[in-house]
T-cell receptor, first 111, second 117 residues
Framework: SQQGEEDPQALSIQEGENATMNCSYK?????LQWYRQNSGRGLVHLIL?????REKHSGRLRVTLDTSKKSSSLLITASRAADTASYFC???????????FGQGTELSVKP | GAVVSQHPSRVICKSGTSVKIECRSL??????MFWYRQFPKQSLMLMAT?????????EQGVEKDKFLINHASLTLSTLTVTSAHPEDSSFYIC?????????????FGPGTRLTVL
């Protein structure tokens, strides 16, 4: 069963703008991860945030986690056309356990 | 980083035939691998957890007799779609779990696109 709900389902922005995607989940988690998928391709791991962390940065990516609201957000700053892809959040109830994916956000960055 | 491969990358078969998909961890050993299915424009749905040397654990609603999983070695898990039908057409993705510094990470394969005619 799906754990996460993501919004928006689709997001279209201009190059240089920031993109924010949100993810909500239902149960307690050990960690939450964000992945990127180019059309018809495999997944690329972007960032992992643990349940005791509130914010994490990696390059142009910023992830927040609010366990009280059971939600996370992924911010991509200064977006580029190459950022065009689908972005998924995935939650793990246990460390190393199975991942339950959200519905995903399809991001389109126009040059 | 750890590399996971899948073979074949795409396969087209006739309805009623069986198709085997391989998932290999190329530079590490994985006692646990996961199999996911993704329909067009949808998210990944976990099908089963594959454990080396023991039976796979299937998610609710996934038919174990239709999707046979064999994890016979620490670097290979196979998914066989038996008596495939058009509704089984999908993108099948595996991941392999590795332990690093006391922490777990999952690495995903590139996926296998199955088309059943």
């Amino acid at each position: 069963s799906q754990q996460g709900e993501e919004d928006p389902q689709a997001l279209s922005i201009q190059e240089g703008e920031n993109a924010t995607m949100n993810c909500s989940y239902k149960t307690s988690i050990n960690n939450l991860q964000w992945y990127r998928q180019n059309s018809g391709r495999g997944l690329v791991h972007l960032i992992l945030i643990r349940s005791n962390e509130r914010e994490k940065h990696s390059g142009r990516l910023r992830v927040t986690l609010d366990t009280s609201k059971k939600s996370s957000s992924l911010l991509i700053t200064a977006s580029r056309a190459a950022d065009t892809a689908s972005y998924f959040c995935a939650t793990a109830i246990n460390q190393g356990g199975k991942l339950i994916f959200g519905q995903g956000t399809e991001l389109s960055v126009k040059p | 980083g750890a590399v996971v491969s899948q073979h074949p990358s795409r396969v087209i078969c006739k309805s009623g035939t069986s198709v085997k998909i391989e998932c290999r961890s190329l530079d590490f050993q994985a006692t646990t691998m996961f199999w996911y299915r993704q329909f067009p424009k949808q998210s990944l749905m976990l099908m089963a957890t594959s454990n080396e040397g023991s039976k796979a654990t299937y998610e609710q609603g996934v038919e174990k007799d239709k999707f046979l999983i064999n994890h016979a070695s620490l670097t290979l898990s196979t998914l066989t779609v038996t008596s495939a039908h058009p509704e089984d057409s999908s993108f099948y993705i595996c991941s392999a779990r590795v332990t690093s510094g006391g922490r777990y990470e999952q690495f995903f394969g590139p996926g296998t696109r199955l088309t059943v005619l």
